[in-house]
């Protein structure tokens, strides 16, 4: 665990709000919808990315992307993160050289995430070093009751909808225990705050399972990966290139999980399931 912290301002918002509708007949309801406000990252006052944001933990978003975009190598090297919503934005200050700062912003590459994600400097040169831990596999019955974890947790989706949602659970012999579990109004975000959530708490990744409700893309893959998660869930499915991704990583990946329905695209060896039914092929 770690015993550093930098010092991180608390400015969560609210995440839903109430309004009023008028339905079909005519009749006014009050529902609640998810707020959504921009938040402008600043580090080292260099103006980096503006990301739209349910505001829920934007210091966790903040330490997240810039860990996700190896912006930051240690934790050590931030000093503050302060967000101020009265001019939606958030100052990142750390004890890097202003020009190492410069060279690692120098490219940057738009993504097709939720919105329009941004990835800086080349990230594939370090993915392609990765190398995921390979020792443990995830029981048929475990990815059920992650299923159902995931299906009766309290979330913003069954009171307001229009947002993704993002889970690690630890993969214990007793079934998956729920650590992280972030709604965003974009899955980057979500991920990128669970990312900066592990990361002050001195989390590693081998012994995790990461779940997300959207599609797990090149960038969703590469994510899992830097946070060296060997096996990623998704309620939606993979493009092609992140499962190409996935696989030259040797990473787990499964999809189409609902109720007790699950595809296997990558890592079939690694997922034991129950002998009754075996691997047909």
Known sequence: ???????????????????????????????????????????????LVTLMT????????????????????????????????????????????????????????????????????????????????LGSNLRQEHIYQLIEKIRTNPSIYKKAGSVHA????????SGPELVYFIEDVGRHNAVDAISGLMWLDGLSGGDLIFYTTGRLTSEMVI???????????????VTQMGLSLAQQIQMTILARCSGDHFLIYEGAERILLNASQGLQV
């Open 54 to 133: 349910l505001g829920g933990a934007p210091e966790a978003l903040t330490l997240g992307y810039i860990r996700n975009q190896r912006l930051v190598n240690d934790l050590s090297e931030i000093e503050s993160i302060q967000v101020d919503w009265e001019t939606d934005s958030v100052a990142v200050k750390t004890s890097i050289p202003f020009e190492v700062i410069t060279e690692k912003t120098a490219k940057k590459t738009v993504t097709s995430g939720c919105g329009q994600g941004t990835m800086f400097g080349d990230l594939m040169t370090e993915f392609d070093s990765l190398v995921l831990p």
């Open 166 to 173: 993002c889970a690690v659970f630890k993969n214990l012999l």
């Open 1 to 47: 665990m770690n015993t550093y912290r930098p010092a991180l301002s608390n400015n969560a918002l609210p995440l839903t709000h109430a309004i009023d509708v008028i339905d079909e007949k005519g009749r006014v309801q009050q529902i609640e919808i998810p707020g959504e406000r921009p938040l402008t990252i600043y580090l080292d006052k260099k103006e």
């Open 223 to 237: 994510k899992g990966g830097q946070m060296g998660i060997p096996f990623l869930l998704t309620r939606s499915g």
